[in-house]
């Protein structure tokens, strides 16, 4: 896999299409945005809402990426609950890792 600045393989770019999907239908209208973070290892997904510009930050651990495959990663963010838990996560930085996710201040 080539995560980061690297050129993305067809089934990097589906697993990111897919947690991109996932946070467009919970959060219609927002504004979802990603980046490579590499000191943390991870795709750092950013969802802007209106809520009076309201920002939640989802760091999606490149171990949790690599876990699924493009048609299963949905089903795996609905399990965990990925959208409850940014919703709730005033202030806080939802984490994403193969054990479960967590919530960190920011």
Do not use: C
């Not at 009076?52 to 990426?65: K, P, Q, T």
């Not at 609950?81 to 054990?99: C, D, N, Y």
Request: proline content about 2%.
């Amino acid at each position: 896999m080539a995560w980061g600045s690297d050129v993305h393989t067809d089934e990097e770019l589906e697993k990111l299409a897919a947690v991109r999907g996932y946070f467009q239908e919970y959060f219609p209208g927002a504004s979802i945005r990603d980046s490579y973070d590499a000191a943390r290892t991870a795709q750092v997904f950013r969802v802007e809402t209106d809520d009076v510009g309201e920002r939640r930050n989802a760091v999606v651990s490149i171990d949790f990426l690599e876990e699924y495959v493009p048609e299963k990663m949905g089903k795996a963010l609905i399990s965990l609950r990925v959208a409850e838990h940014l919703q709730s996560a005033k202030g806080k930085e939802v984490l994403l890792t193969s054990w479960g996710v967590e919530e960190k201040e920011d």
